[in-house]
């Protein structure tokens, strides 16, 4: 599976990019889940290491971390995971975890275990770019992408981190933490250009996106929509059972983004 690629998930037009909490409801869902969304339309997925203190995540998230940390999820059993559902799905697959979690199971282990189970990029949203020196060169040496966040703010700021991103620029739509937004004010074609500007490189927009309209209507201005809360509240809601409504969505969120290509 080392052949897939970030880049592979942009390559037949905007991308639609769901996150779960790996573990919430339990392991054996979100082994379920993940082949299911692929299957449903998603090019690329964001799995959730959970964590006892998601200080970037608004409360949808935090409860389904907390949800999965009381089933007893923990990083190994997540390792052992993906290598199950690399069995079946082709699509490139990113960590999206803190700091913490890194460290405590030892970075470069942590790396060199993801890199094995087939992961493509790691998202930490708890590490400022003043800080990736810490984890960019072990990301290199085992040839994943270190994925980074980009929030509205200066633009010298946006342009260099643009400069040394790697994989995919998450956009923040809105300052803050993460959650349904029922409106996005931010410029985000004004963020994608001047990233562009300095890489190129994907950018997909997330924090605040839950439906099919603000997928389209974000795809328009970037190369795809990521959507976290919105999905992790179908999982609160159906628990168990959350597959069928989980995919009904991820369809319907992908043709949003096949809307802003035509």
């Known amino acids: 599976m080392s052949n897939i690629a970030i880049a592979d998930a942009f390559a037949n037009g905007k991308a639609f990019i769901p996150f779960i909490t790996c573990g919430d409801p339990d392991l054996e869902t979100t082994a379920k889940l993940i082949p299911a969304m692929a299957e449903a339309g998603a090019d690329l997925i964001e799995i959730g290491i959970p964590f ?9 998230i935090q409860d389904g971390n907390l949800r999965a940390l009381s089933a007893g999820c923990t990083t190994d059993k997540v390792f052992e995971l993906v290598r199950e559902v690399r069995k079946t799905v082709t699509i490139p697959l990113v960590f999206m975890t803190y700091a913490n979690v890194v460290y405590s199971y030892g970075a470069e282990r942590f790396l060199k275990t993801a890199a094995e189970a087939g992961i493509q990029g790691l998202i930490l949203p708890d590490v400022p770019y003043e800080e990736k020196a810490e984890f960019d060169p072990l990301c290199k040496q085992y040839g994943i992408d270190l994925i980074s966040m980009i929030a509205p703010t200066s633009h010298e700021r946006i342009r260099m981190i643009a400069s040394e991103a790697s994989g995919f620029v998450y956009c923040v739509s809105s300052l803050g933490v993460t959650g349904v937004r029922s409106e996005i004010t931010t410029d985000i074609g004004a963020m994608v250009e001047l990233v562009k500007q300095s890489c190129d490189i994907p950018c997909a927009v997330g924090f605040g996106i839950s439906t099919p309209e603000q997928a389209e209507s974000m795809s328009r201005v970037s190369d795809g929509a990521i959507v976290g809360s919105a999905i992790v509240k179908i999982i609160a809601e ?7 409504p989980v995919c009904d969505y991820v369809r319907s969120m992908k043709d949003g983004c096949r809307r802003a290509d035509s």
């Open 52 to 60: 006892s203190d998601p200080t970037a995540e608004g409360p949808v």
């Open 238 to 244: 159906y628990s168990r059972d959350c597959i069928p």
